[in-house]
C-alpha cells in the first residue's frame, strides 16, 4: 500500500513540473469557457427564467464551467504515453516490478491528475462563480458528493483510457481505433452538448452508457441532483471497466512477444 | 534511389514530388489511414449535429435557424479541414520535436525553401476526411437554408474556405515560428487554431465586444467565415460587421498570411539550433 501511496506522490510532483502547460491549459479552459458561455447566454436569452430538458440557464452555465474542469483530467495530455511504451516495449520492464502494473499505473495517474484537480480544474471553476450565477452547491455534503463524483470521473477515464491504449498490443497504429470512436464519445459524453437536450432514447442510452460516469455525473451531482444514485452508478462502472481494462491487459500478456535481451 | 535520382525538372514539381513521397510514408498501414481519414470527419459531422440539436431545441440562437448555424459550422470546419492537411505538422507539438532534435538543421541544407519544404513533406491525408465532412455538411445546411447556389454564391463559399484554410495553415506557420523562441511546444497556439474555428461556428453577435474585435480585426476569422455566410443566406448582418464587407475578407486574410510569413522569416533568421 505504502508503494502505491509513494506513487500517488511521485505523480503529482511530476505534474506539477508542467508550468507552462497549466498556464497554457488554463488559457485554453478560459478561452472555451466563454465561448461556450456566449452560446448558452445568447440561447437562452430567448426563454428568460425556463428550465429546457430540466436544465435552467444557471445549471447550463455550471455545464460549461464543470466540462472546462474535466477536460484535462479525462483526455490527459499523456493519454500516449502507456501505448508508446507498449510499442517500443518498454512496458516489458513494467511486468518485472514488484505489485500489480494496473494498480501502479492507476496510482501515478491519479497523483498526476490529482495535481490537475488542485490546480487545472478548481482555478476556472472558482474563477467562473466569481463572475456568474453557477450553481454550485453551497453545503459541506453537497460538495464533498461533487468531489467524490470528480474522483470517481477520473478513475472511470483511466480506465476508459487504458481500453484505448490496450490496442497497442495488437497494432502498432494504436490512435486509428480511437480516432473513430472518439466522435462517438465526444456527443454522446456530453463534451459539447448537455446529454439533457438529447431526445428520449438517445439521452437514455447515453445516460446507461460508462460516459455519463465520466462525464455528466459530476455536472449532474454539482447542480444538485440526489449524489446517492449518481456516485453508486459511478461506482459500478468503476468495478466493471476495472475487470474489462485488467481482463484485456491479461489478455494482451499472454499473447505478447519479447524480443531481445 | 534510382527515382530519386532522376532529374526532376525544378520548380514546383519538387514539390509535388515531395508531397506524394511524404504520403506514400506514411500510407504503411492504409486500413488504417482510412481509418483515421473517417474518425477525422466524423469528429465534424458529430460537432455540427450537436449545433443542429441545441438551437433547434431552443428554436433560434440570435435569430438564426439550426441549419443556418449548422452552415457556419461546416464552412469553418471545411476550411480547417483544407488548413491543417497542410499545416498540422508546423504546430508547436510536432515542430518542436523537429527543433529539439536537430531535424530542422538538415532541412536547412536542402536547396529549396525550408518552409515550403516542410509543408510538403508532411501533408497529412487524414485531414481530407475533414475537408469533405464539412463541404458535405455545408451542402446539406445551404439545402436546408434555401441557399440558391448561383455562381456568384459557389464564389463566396469557395472564398469562405480558402481564406479559413489560409487562415488556419498562417496560424500553424506562425506557432512553428514561436516554437523557435520557445523550444518548447505549447498548447496556446491551439487556441487559434481550434478556438477560432469553434468561435466562428456560431453568429459573431452572441459575443462580447473584446471576442469580436479579435476574431473580426486581429485574427479575422469572422471576415473569412461569418461575412460570406451572410452573403449566402442573404442576411445584412449585425452593426458594425454588415454582408458588404465581403470585400475585406481576402484583404484581411492576406494581411494576416503577410504577418505570419513576417514572424516566420524572423524566427528563422534569428534560429540558432539547439546544439547537438
Known amino acids: 500500500m505504502r508503494a502505491y501511496l509513494a506513487l500517488v506522490s511521485a505523480g503529482f510532483r511530476r505534474q506539477a513540473a508542467y508550468r507552462l502547460a497549466l498556464v497554457s491549459g488554463l488559457l485554453t479552459n478560459l478561452f472555451f469557457g466563454v465561448v461556450r458561455t456566449s452560446l448558452f447566454l445568447a440561447l437562452y436569452q430567448a426563454r428568460p427564467g425556463a428550465a429546457v430538458n430540466g436544465l435552467d440557464y444557471q445549471d447550463a452555465l455550471t455545464y460549461v464551467w464543470m466540462i472546462q474542469a474535466l477536460f484535462g483530467v479525462i483526455w490527459v495530455s499523456w493519454i500516449w504515453e502507456f501505448p508508446e511504451s507498449v510499442r517500443s516495449g518498454d512496458f516489458v520492464t513494467e511486468l518485472t516490478r514488484p505489485g500489480d502494473p494496473w494498480l501502479r499505473q492507476l496510482a501515478y495517474e491519479l497523483g498526476r491528475t490529482g495535481q490537475l484537480l488542485v490546480f487545472r480544474s478548481t482555478l476556472p471553476l472558482l474563477g467562473a462563480a466569481l463572475v456568474l450565477p453557477l450553481a454550485l452547491p453551497t453545503t459541506v455534503p453537497g460538495a464533498l458528493a461533487t468531489v467524490a463524483s470528480m474522483l470517481l470521473a477520473v478513475v472511470v477515464s483511466f480506465e476508459v483510457r487504458y481500453l484505448f491504449g490496450l490496442a497497442a498490443f495488437w497494432t502498432a497504429d494504436f490512435r486509428a481505433p480511437f480516432s473513430i470512436a472518439f466522435p462517438l464519445l465526444w456527443l454522446v459524453g456530453g463534451f459539447t452538448i448537455p446529454v439533457d437536450y438529447f431526445p428520449g432514447p438517445v439521452r437514455a442510452a447515453a445516460e446507461a452508457s460508462p460516459l455519463s460516469a465520466m462525464v455528466m455525473a459530476p455536472i449532474h451531482v454539482a447542480i444538485g441532483w440526489p449524489a446517492w444514485p449518481v456516485l453508486a452508478g459511478q461506482a459500478a462502472w468503476v468495478v466493471v471497466l476495472g475487470l474489462v481494462s485488467r481482463g484485456g491487459l491479461a489478455l494482451a500478456c499472454r499473447r505478447m512477444v519479447v524480443h531481445g535481451g | 534511389m534510382a527515382e530519386l535520382a532522376r532529374p526532376t525538372g525544378g520548380g514546383l514539381a519538387v514539390y509535388g514530388r515531395l508531397v506524394s513521397a511524404g504520403v506514400r510514408g506514411r500510407v504503411y498501414r492504409p486500413g488504417w489511414l482510412l481509418v483515421r481519414t473517417i474518425g477525422s470527419g466524423l469528429i465534424i459531422l458529430a460537432d455540427g449535429f450537436a449545433v443542429a440539436l441545441v438551437v433547434d431545441r431552443f428554436g433560434t440562437l440570435a435569430g438564426w435557424s439550426a441549419p443556418e448555424v449548422v452552415l457556419l459550422v461546416a464552412l469553418s470546419a471545411a476550411g480547417q479541414g483544407l488548413g491543417l492537411l497542410l499545416g498540422d505538422r508546423l504546430e508547436p507539438t510536432y515542430f518542436s520535436e523537429l527543433v529539439r532534435r536537430g531535424t530542422f538543421d538538415q532541412v536547412l541544407v536542402r536547396p529549396t525553401s525550408p518552409l515550403a519544404w516542410l509543408i510538403a513533406t508532411q501533408v497529412e491525408a487524414r485531414y481530407v476526411g475533414r475537408l469533405l465532412a464539412g463541404v458535405g455538411m455545408v451542402a446539406w445546411a445551404a439545402d436546408r437554408s434555401g441557399v440558391v447556389w448561383s455562381g456568384g454564391h459557389l464564389l463566396v463559399a469557395l472564398l469562405a474556405l480558402v481564406c479559413c484554410a489560409t487562415l488556419v495553415l ?29 468561435l466562428t461556428g ?24 461569418y461575412v460570406p455566410a451572410l452573403v449566402l443566406l442573404g442576411r445584412t448582418g449585425p452593426p458594425g460587421l454588415p454582408a458588404a464587407l465581403i470585400w475585406v475578407s481576402p484583404v484581411a486574410t492576406a494581411g494576416f498570411t503577410g504577418l505570419a510569413a513576417l514572424g516566420w522569416r524572423h524566427g528563422l533568421r534569428h534560429y540558432v539550433g539547439t546544439g547537438s
Not at chain 2, 496560424?171 to 487556441?191: M, P, Q, R, Y
Not at chain 2, 453577435?205 to 467565415?225: D, E, H, K, T
Open chain 2, 170 to 198: 498562417s496560424i500553424c506557420v506562425l506557432g512553428a515560428a514561436l516554437t523557435f523562441a520557445t523550444v518548447e511546444g505549447s498548447e496556446v497556439v491551439n487556441i487559434f487554431i481550434y478556438g477560432g474555428v469553434t
Open chain 2, 202 to 225: 456560431y453568429p459573431v453577435q452572441i459575443y462580447g465586444s473584446v471576442l469580436r474585435f479579435l476574431f473580426v480585426w486581429v485574427v479575422p476569422f469572422a471576415l473569412a467565415v
